[in-house]
Every structure is written in C-alpha cells, then in structure tokens.
C-alpha cells in the first residue's frame, strides 16, 4: 500500500513547514490528488486516519481537491477528458497521448498557528 508512504510524506512536508514557520499547529491542510495519479482514495483516508494521530495534523481540517485528467493527442492535438491512462485519442483513435492534467499529487497550501 503505497498510499501509507505517501501520507508520511505529507505529513513530514506539513511538520518542516510548521517548524521553519515556528508554528505551533497546523489548522488546515489543502491537498491536490490528481484522479490519474494512482492513488487509491479509500486505502489513502485510511491511511490518513491511521497516520495523523499523535501528528501537527492531528486535529487539523483536510480539503482534497480532486484534478480531473485531461489529455491531448500529440497526432491531431485534440485535448480530451481522460478517465484513465492510455487512453485513445477519441478524435482519431491514437494513443500517444500527453497527460496535460490529473497526475498531480501536492500540498498546495497550509493554514499554521
């Protein structure tokens, strides 16, 4: 389950802001998780309750901001909604497709007291 490791990770970003800010706390936690980044939601909120305890993040509010994925077709330059990897272009039926969107997985801000 390598969602775990990813929470760890989340969690050590979220305590060096908080020490480099000499804050006592963290209020809140806002994440980016592209829906093409392979993060399994369900083991993550696991994770997640499982990981914070005894953590700055303990008590702290989560937002997730799910990315949707988006595509476009490097033959044909169509942009397109992805629902997975290797997708096929739906304009010409081509896979060599560049992921312009949904493989993000960030801390994209943190509310420190």
Not at 28 to 54: C, P, R
Request: glycine share 6%; with cysteine.
């Amino acid at each position: 389950m390598h969602e775990l490791s990813i929470v760890m990770s989340i969690i050590r970003i979220a305590e060096d802001e908080a020490a480099k800010n000499n804050a006592s706390g963290i209020e809140e936690i806002e994440l980016d998780i592209g829906e093409l980044s392979g993060i399994e939601m369900t083991a993550f909120n696991f994770a997640w309750d499982q990981a914070i305890k005894s953590t700055l993040l303990e008590s702290s509010k989560r937002s997730i901001n799910r990315i949707a994925g988006e595509g476009r077709c490097t033959d044909c330059n169509t942009v397109f909604q992805m629902q997975q990897l290797y997708e096929p272009c739906p304009a010409c039926g081509q896979y060599l497709i560049k992921t312009e969107k949904g493989k993000e997985l960030r801390v994209k801000s943190l509310v420190l007291n």
